[in-house]
Nanobody
């Protein structure tokens, strides 16, 4: 069983930055691929970024060059550094864990953290 707890969301002005954190409980974190998803009102949940157990990352096109996902296996934590935020980044952001080293789908999910980009 893996429990995920996100933090770091909030209200930020366009062009600003936020760093989301996701703390994972349970054993074997370093073997799990992790990902961040987001869901805006009346839209489907979408994959934002993923990271393999080896640290390889992938991003959706709309966040490339602005968002950076990283992991700290010693702290059982993944991060999403979000820079140059835009109003269209507004959404609830979810952390997810996969029971495999490369991301395919989420097996465990966090409760989500709200990110609002507005002036």
């Amino acid at each position: 069983q893996v429990q995920l707890v996100e933090s770091g969301g909030g209200l930020v002005q366009p062009g600003g930055s936020l760093r989301l954190s996701c703390a994972a409980s349970g054993r074997g974190f370093r073997f799990n691929a992790m990902a961040w998803y987001r869901q805006a009102p009346e839209k489907q949940r979408e994959l934002v970024a993923s990271i393999s157990s080896g640290g390889n990352t992938n991003y959706r096109d709309s966040v490339k060059g602005r968002f950076t996902m990283s992991r700290d296996n010693a702290k059982n934590t993944v991060y999403l550094q979000m820079n140059s935020l835009k109003p269209e980044d507004t959404a609830v952001y979810y952390c997810a864990a996969a029971l495999r080293p490369v991301w395919t789908r989420g097996d465990y999910w966090g409760q989500g953290t709200q990110v609002t980009v507005s002036s």
